[in-house]
């Protein structure tokens, strides 16, 4: 039973350097999320998706792009890393945006930019 | 602006209950979360409130006054496990979560 899986889990990147984050998920949900969580600050949303081929941005999505080609995948690609992007990077996703569903999140990416 | 505001630490001792509060600000509301989140770890589901009063789910209970805008996360017969953050996020009319930044709890022995 993996739920929302990850990877990579540790990164270190320099400034300037690109990189994708990988998300999956098993439970056939709709719509997934990708967040940041700094220290002192809610997680805040960076893009989202309602379903296989549709991507939208959220709260703070300059400098990252995603692409949801698969329903079970989600990806999130750093153009060019700068440090203001270090960061723990959350995947969720959730069977519908209705009211109660909750998100069921993965374990984290946690990215340094140097 | 949306805005949800929570204390930011607070510590309690092993056995007793512990209330933490939240209250927020949205455009619209479709309900509020409540999730736990150990260090290092990520946040996992408690409880969602959308209507007025009290749910109970075995140790935790998270009441809501919409009136109010004000929920709270209730842990009674605390235990060490249960040290943890706890993140409040309300369901805007979008159907956005706007999450609060959490509040850290410390139980003592």
């Known amino acids: 039973n993996a739920g929302v899986t990850q990877t990579p889990k540790f990164r270190v990147l320099k400034t300037g350097q690109s990189m994708t984050l990988l998300c999956a998920q098993d439970?056939?949900?709709?719509?997934m999320y990708w967040y940041r969580q700094d220290p002192g600050m809610g997680l805040r949303l960076i893009h989202y998706?309602?379903?296989?081929?549709?991507?939208a941005k959220g709260e703070v999505p300059d400098g990252y792009n995603v692409s949801r080609l698969k329903k079970q995948n989600f990806l999130l690609g750093l153009e060019s890393a700068a440090p203001s992007q270090t960061s723990v990077y959350f995947c969720?996703?959730?069977?519908?945006?209705?009211?109660?569903?909750?998100?069921?999140f993965g374990d984290g990416t946690r990215l340094s930019i140097l | 602006g949306q805005n949800i505001d929570q204390p930011t630490e607070m510590t309690a001792t092993e056995g007793a209950i512990v209330q933490i509060n939240c209250t927020y600000q949205?455009?619209?509301?479709?309900?509020l979360f409540w999730y736990q989140q150990h260090a290092g770890e990520a946040p996992t589901f408690l409880s969602y409130n959308v209507l007025d009063g009290l749910e109970e789910k075995g140790r935790f209970s998270s009441f809501l006054s919409r009136s109010k805008g004000y929920s709270y996360l209730l842990l009674k017969e605390l235990q060490m496990k249960d040290s943890a953050s706890y993140l409040c996020?309300?369901?805007?009319?979008?159907?956005?979560?706007?999450w609060g930044a959490g509040t850290k709890l410390i139980i003592k022995p």
């Open positions: 996020a309300a369901l805007d009319s979008n159907y956005q979560l706007i």
């Open positions: 949205t455009s619209g509301f479709n309900g």
């Open positions: 439970m056939n949900h709709e719509y």
């Open positions: 969720a996703s959730s069977y519908s945006e209705g009211a109660g569903q909750p998100q069921h």
């Open positions: 998706s309602v379903g296989e081929g549709t991507t």
